[in-house]
T-cell receptor, first 118, second 109 residues
Framework: GAVVSQHPSWVICKSGTSVKIECRSL??????MFWYRQFPKQSLMLMAT?????????EQGVEKDKFLINHASLTLSTLTVTSAHPEDSSFYIC??????????????FGPGTRLTVL | GQNIDQPTEMTATEGAIVQINCTYQ??????LFWYQQHAGEAPTFLSY????GLEEKGRFSSFLSRSKGYSYLLLKELQMKDSASYLC??????????FGRGTSLIVHP
């Protein structure tokens, strides 16, 4: 159980275009999903917290108009990188909260999406 | 804020035991996680500690001391496939984990 999928797994796009990445919890409902970005040999950097049915909470320094997040259902969150530029090239990973028991949650991660902007 | 520190890289021999340390400073504490991440892949959950002590799960064990702001991940009977990055993540007052930079473990024959 607790499988999270991400689509696409990799994408190459031209500068100035928009790219949508989907994150799905396949066998559980996730009221909260998270979007991370990871540069080579760097840690996971939290971009935003996505709550079903409400606006996402963005971390400091993350442009909400550039990285659009929609959490339309309990199993789907999308991240759209608008007007992508080469510096947006990175590994984007989503995760979904899943109960550990005793009121605690852990995160299960999707396989990630490697974005390359030319 | 939160600050998490772990070694950048470690090497070990197949069949040996290795301990990866993690120290942290956090405002509020709601648990410490360890994740394994192979190159080019997303992290996978290994362990969760919220109380002091050792949690054992097969070849992997995780220890926590809240008073010292310290945790370690212990890997026994190392296998080549254990070569990966190991991420320490701390859940503070917001319940959202903050990740350390990760420790790259290289297992050689």
């Amino acid at each position: 159980g607790a499988v999270v999928s991400q689509h696409p797994s990799w994408v190459i796009c031209k500068s100035g275009t928009s790219v949508k990445i989907e994150c799905r919890s396949l066998d559980f409902q996730a009221t909260t999903m998270f979007w991370y970005r990871q540069f080579p040999k760097q840690s996971l950097m939290l971009m935003a917290t996505s709550n079903e049915g409400s606006k996402a909470t963005y971390e400091q320094g993350v442009e909400k108009d550039k990285f659009l997040i929609n959490h339309a259902s309990l199993t789907l969150s999308t991240l759209t990188v608008t007007s992508a530029h080469p510096e947006d090239s990175s590994f984007y990973i989503c995760s979904a909260s899943h109960p550990l028991g005793e009121g605690r949650d852990t995160q299960y991660f999707g396989p990630g999406t490697r974005l390359t902007v030319l | 804020g939160q600050n998490i520190d772990q070694p950048t890289e470690m090497t070990a021999t197949e069949g040996a035991i290795v301990q990866i340390n993690c120290t942290y400073q956090t405002s509020g504490f709601n648990g410490l996680f360890w994740y394994q991440q192979h190159a080019g892949e997303a992290p996978t959950f290994l362990s969760y500690n919220v109380l002091d002590g050792l949690e054992e799960k097969g070849r992997f064990s995780s220890f926590l001391s809240r008073s010292k702001g310290y945790s370690y991940l212990l890997l026994k009977e190392l296998q080549m496939k254990d070569s990966a990055s190991y991420l320490c993540a701390v859940s503070g007052g917001s319940y959202i984990p903050t990740f350390g930079r990760g420790t790259s473990l290289i297992v050689h024959p």
